[in-house]
């Protein structure tokens, strides 16, 4: 039996923004070309995250090693938090799957 992982859309996240800071949550969007920062001595990461149906965006902070699908245009599912300035504070970046990703709505 496969299991389904539940996300929000960004438009869904920044609609709640004051009511989910801090929860864990997940959430699909397309990385927007030209908005990937990384420090070259570091594993920091700042990007935004385009929801895939509007034009809304959110930034995304990240620390740690990213998925090789992880390339500007591509769709990725991230997991972590929102923060009081409303960066989503991300624990966790994985390539969107079709199969493997069932929308929360």
């Known amino acids: 039996m496969e299991a389904n992982t539940y996300y929000s859309e960004v438009s869904e996240v920044l609609e709640q ?7 864990n949550i997940r959430v699909r969007g397309e990385v927007v070309p030209g908005s990937v920062d990384q ?3 570091s594993l920091l990461i700042r990007f935004d995250l385009a929801d895939v149906s509007t034009e809304d965006q959110l930034a995304v902070v990240y620390r740690g090693v ?18 009081s300035e409303t960066i989503f504070e991300a624990s966790a970046i994985v390539g969107k799957c079709a199969s493997k990703y069932v929308s929360a709505n």
């Open 39 to 41: 420090e070259t001595d």
């Open 66 to 83: 990213v998925p090789d699908s992880f390339k500007a245009g591509n769709e990725v599912v991230i997991e972590g938090h929102l923060n």
């Open 17 to 23: 923004d004051n009511s989910i800071q801090g929860e």
